[in-house]
């Protein structure tokens, strides 16, 4: 079938997995060992779209606290063994997302485009018996900027290209995004926006074209709907 979407690039935290709740605990932990504070409303509001050096920069920055390139990595390697320790405990799919994924890994290359950890990444789509389905996968540090940078989407788009072996079109392409930040690096891409309403409300999922309630309400008939305008 000559369907008129051509590929899909998932981001991970907040679209596949049900970790960011995590990703917070796992911070607010090891900052409390520095008495440092990281609030909830303070992460969602400004922090979410950043990987986890980016993070603890900017909120270094923020709140005027010294730390050296030595301390931030120390202090994210913790971060990390603790966030394992909780993805070993819960199970961390949003439901419908392997479904969903099996389905669309059916019809077109997929990739993932996330500033989360490789390893942390690869762990949980092990588990679930879906890593074999994507083409790609883009994390933190393969690109020089993260998100909101268009960087990682068009390095993931890139990689389908060369993995199909197919002149794939931007705007004939999905990316399905959980922020307003994610949407702004796969708006720069030049890819079709869809907002996943798992991390914030639709009202602040700006760029997004389409909104849903997540992965289990998506339908690759609406993502051809989308497409099929593709001189939008």
């Not at 008495?35 to 980016?54: A, F, K, N, V």
């Not at 994610?182 to 907002?195: H, I, P």
């Not at 996943?196 to 609406?222: C, K, R």
Request: glycine share 8%; with cysteine.
């Amino acid at each position: 079938m000559n369907r008129p979407l051509q590929a899909i690039v998932f981001d991970f935290d907040g679209v596949i997995a049900d970790s960011e709740p995590m990703h917070l605990r796992a911070f607010q932990q090891t900052l409390a060992e520095q008495q440092i504070e990281l609030t909830g409303r303070d992460y969602y509001s400004r922090y979410l779209g950043y990987d986890d050096i980016g993070l603890v920069q900017a909120l270094a920055t923020d709140r005027g606290i010294a730390m050296s390139d030595r301390e931030i990595t120390a202090l994210v390697a913790r971060k990390g063994a603790r966030l394992q320790e909780m993805l070993h405990a819960d199970h961390v799919l949003f439901p419908g997302a392997i479904e969903f994924i099996r389905e669309a890994a059916s019809a077109v290359p997929i990739a993932i485009a996330s500033g989360a950890l490789k390893h942390e990444i690869e762990e949980i789509i092990e588990t679930a018996g879906i890593r074999g389905l994507f083409s790609a996968i883009i994390s933190s540090g393969d690109t020089p900027l993260s998100k909101p940078s268009p960087a990682p989407y068009l390095l993931a788009f890139e990689r389908l290209r060369q993995v199909s072996g197919r002149d794939l079109d931007p705007r004939r392409s999905v990316a399905i995004e959980d922020s307003r930040w994610g949407l702004e690096s796969a708006r720069g891409a030049g890819l079709r926006c869809v907002g996943v309403t798992n991390s914030y409300p639709a009202a602040e999922l700006d760029g997004a074209e389409l909104v849903v309630d997540g992965l289990h309400a998506l339908t690759l008939a609406t993502l051809d709907a989308l497409c099929a305008n593709h001189h939008a």
